[in-house]
Structures are given as C-alpha cells and as structure tokens.
C-alpha cells in the first residue's frame, strides 16, 4: 500500500507541474502576456521555494502540522487562479503564494520515500510521477481550448495531491527523525550547491518557453506535446533501470548527466527546427533530469543528518533559487540565442562539481 500511495503522489503531483510548465506560458501569452511577465511570473514560485527553507533553519520545523497547511492552502492557491489570471499583480501574487506551499509538499514526501523504499526501489516509484506528467502533455494538448481548462485540470489534480499526501502521513515517524549533532550548513558543501543553482537555472529556458520556442519554429503545438512525452518516457526508462547505476560514484554520476545537459542545450541552439534532432535532445533528459535527479538527492540524503531539511534546500537552491533566475533571464534573454546562454550555465555547473571534496566515496 505505501508502495501505490507514494507511486499515486508522484504521478498527480508531477501531472500538475506538467499543466503548470507545459500549458500555462502558453495559456499567458495567448492572452496577452509578454515574454518578460511570463518570466517574472514564474520566477515567483520558484523564488518563494527558496526563500522558504531558511524559516526552517531554527524558527519553524517541518512537521505533520505545517505539512498539512501548505497542502490545504495550496488548494486554495488553485482556487484562486480562477479569480487572478487575467491580472498581473494578483496572478503573481498567487503563483507565489503557491511556491510556498510546493517548497514544503514534494520535500516532506521524498524523506519518506528514500526512508521507507531506499535507493533501490524508489526510482520504480518516483517514474510515475513522470507518466503523470507525461499523460498530461498528451491529453491537455488536445482540449487546450481556452484558458479555463488547464485551470480546471490543475485544480483537479491538485485535489487528488492532497488526498494522497495525507495517506502517506502515517509513515513520518518523528522520533526516527535523526538528530542533528552539528548545526546544517550550505557553506560547508558550497560548490556542490553552486552547481545545483546553475544547473536549474539552465533548465529555465527549457521550463518556460520550451513550447513556445518550438511552436515559434513551425513545430504545431501538438507535436511538441509529443517531443516532452518522449523526452518523459526516455526519463521513465531511465527511473526503473537508474539502481545498479546508483551504486557507483554519485558525483561521477552527476559530472556526466550535467555534460550531456550542456550538450543537449548547444544542440537545441543550433538546430531549433530540426524535428529529429530535437527528438534527440529530449532523449537526453533521461539523465539530465531522471538520472540527475536521483543522484543528487541520494547525495544529500548521505552527506547531511537533517534529512527534510536538506531536500527542502535541494528544492530551494536548485528549483527554487537556480529556477527564479533561470525563468527571470530566460524572460530576458528570450530568442535565437536563448538556449546558447542555458548551455554555458550547464557547462558552469559542471565546472563547479569538480571543486567538491572528494573524500567521501559517495
């Protein structure tokens, strides 16, 4: 049962991200948003899952109490595009409201799953999320209509979020929480983390006008639904295989997923309309995203006692500090040389890897 109830949160919770990133750039410039506000728009949320860890330092715990609030209230959050949408300040407001709430939900649940499944396992669980999030990009594509449906869609996903986080509340024991016997600190291990901003940051052209970057070069709208489904199910494959990988070097592991990141980003510059190339650089994100993903927060999950409290970081620095900048610049940068500029931030994240310590044979 923990098994289905984890592999049931992942899928609603990354079918929503996939309405949020995929549809909703679209759904705001169809209605009039200019490159620059989407990216102040979805900066937001990701600088809200930033900011939000450093309250957890020594005034607030993440408990079953605060877990709870950011669930319901990201209910209400959903709620609430009905009624900001088609202002700017509000729906900003809203988006970060929001990334609150998403900075405290998806940390709490991935403790629980390393804790109770192990690295061996939870990659089988964590790629329903990517089925979710694929499913979504195939079946929104076709309704897509007018703006109200995608909020309709994420409302209702986001229902079925909240009932499945709540059975799986019974598996966060506190007292088998681990004491920490030195206070957490991001100097101690800074290139690593350095690394982590920089590499999200180069997904920030890749998250916010990926569709529209595609669309803008003769690719209809519907086969780019089929470009991210493809790079989701090479992404699936790789989360059911990724454990014999897992037992090897972790920061070798990540070396190599941030330079064939690098590379697909220099790909998509040159070759934007290129229907079979593109196919080609979205195969990659199997280990730009899936097995990066995993190594990284098996990683820290090893080098830090207080283990909700370093996940909430990874989400921090690296979705939320390295995503606000990368959707801000990625607003700004916005045209030809867009994805140039995302593969010189990858190749800074790489270079700063190899500035972490190497004692630990992690």
Known sequence: MLFFNLSA???????????YII???????????????????F??????????????????????????????????????????????????????????????????????ALKELGKEKY????????????????????????????LHYYLSINILIVIFSLMLLKYDVPHEETISSKPFSV?????????????????????????????????SLELTSYLWSFGVI??????????????????NIIKFAIAVTTLRWLLLFLYPDNLYLTFFTQSIHAFSFGLY???VIIYLYKIYENKKLAQQFMYGVAYGLGGFVGALVAGWLYGEYLFLYSS????????FVFFIKTERKI
């Open 293 to 295: 993903h995993s190594a």
């Open 123 to 150: 990659g089988k669980s964590r790629l329903y999320g990517s089925i979710g999030f694929m499913v979504i990009a195939l079946v929104l594509a076709k309704f897509l209509s007018e703006p109200q449906i995608a």
């Open 9 to 19: 949160f992942y899928f609603f919770y990354f079918a929503a991200v996939a309405v």
């Open 23 to 41: 549809f909703m750039p679209k759904v705001l410039h169809d209605i009039g948003y200019t490159p620059s506000e989407i990216g102040i728009i």
């Open 187 to 219: 100097l101690e291990y800074w290139p690593f983390w350095l690394s982590l901003f920089f590499m999200q940051m180069s997904f920030g052209g890749f998250y916010n006008f990926f569709t529209i970057y595609e669309t803008e070069h003769n690719i």
């Open 43 to 112: 900066a937001l949320a990701p600088l809200m899952r930033f900011a939000t860890p450093f309250l957890f330092l020594k005034h607030i715990k993440l408990d079953e109490k605060i877990f709870k609030l950011a669930l319901y209230t990201s209910i209400l959050s959903s709620i609430g595009f009905y009624f900001t949408l088609n202002n700017f300040y509000t729906f900003m407001l809203n988006n970060a409201l929001l990334g609150v709430c998403l900075s405290l939900i998806l940390p709490y649940i991935e403790v629980i």
């Open 234 to 251: 090479c992404e699936i494959v790789m989360f059911y295989y990724q454990a014999p990988l897992l037992k090897n070097n972790l920061l």
């Open 344 to 351: 010189i931030f990858a190749l800074m994240s790489l270079i």
